[in-house]
């Protein structure tokens, strides 16, 4: 059996569990809710004691999160960060007690990246640019200029930033594609069917195309558009983030054209770095998640695997 040199005697054969502090950013979302579980059965499945502390969205409230994680001297702590910025303080309060640190999900704009050792999730950037190339692909006969509106995610927060970029980086080839209304709609149900009912009442039939950064705003814009009397999927071509099962329930559907994916079963990835991490491995800085992107045409094949 491999000899394992944690710190703290943690994840030794006959030692005290490894402890991992990890402040959740909310529950806002469908991807947010797995992957909170995904978290939890890993732990649980790797031994690993869990302390979890869901912020709802309040970035003071994982600052709370965190300093109790070092007054309880934890072993390891993982921050999935509301938004980007403000997080030097805080970050080198972790330093100053020793405590490795790993960012999970959304990513943290500090001075010194030193600060964390490893970020592990998805590459928003090319997210947004997946979401552009399937529409120009779809739109390549147009003629007139389309009208699109997109739904952003929380202001602040990599993934909206992201998938905003990379989005419009990839239309840039093609000036007839135009975004005619943005705003944030904090990656919620509610909020994207009342954001969509705003666009709608300002736009109208001018929009063509909408592009959500996540499925649950498109959910709720698809609901906004039918009470428009307008028909999702048709009237409205739609493009959404993430690949939960009720979107590609709708795909089915046809009220939802394409869904790019974003993975949120981040647990086993989390559990593994840490466990290197208590072995002393030295880990990479980035650890990033494969993912596809689905149409229409595969929604019903490949629903029954989806497992979120
Ligand atoms: O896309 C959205 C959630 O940070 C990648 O947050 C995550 C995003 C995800 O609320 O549904």
Known sequence: ELA????????????????????????ESDWRKANTSSI?????EAGIQLRLENA???QQRQFEAVRSFIQQQVDVIAIAPVIESGWDPILREVRQAGIPLIILDRLVEVSDPSLYITFIGSDFYEEGTKAGKYLLDKMSDAAG???IVELRGTEGSTPSIARGKGFRDALKE?????????????F???????VMRSFLKAKGKEIRVLYSHNDDMALGAVEAIEEYGLKPGKDIIIISVDGTRKAFEKMMEGKINSVVE???????????AVNELMQGRTLPKKIITPESIFTEAMAEKEVKNRKY
């Open 4 to 27: 394992v040199q944690g710190s703290n005697g943690a994840g030794q054969p006959n030692a005290r569990p490894i402890v991992l502090g990890f402040s959740q950013l909310g529950s």
């Open 40 to 44: 939890v059965e890993a732990a649980k």
């Open 56 to 58: 709802e969205q309040s």
């Open 145 to 147: 200029p389309v009208g």
């Open 174 to 186: 093609r000036d007839l594609l135009r975004v005619i209304q943005s705003e944030a709609a904090d």
């Open 188 to 194: 919620t149900y509610k909020q994207g069917k009342e």
């Open 262 to 272: 974003c993975n949120p079963l981040l647990g086993p990835n989390l559990m593994q």
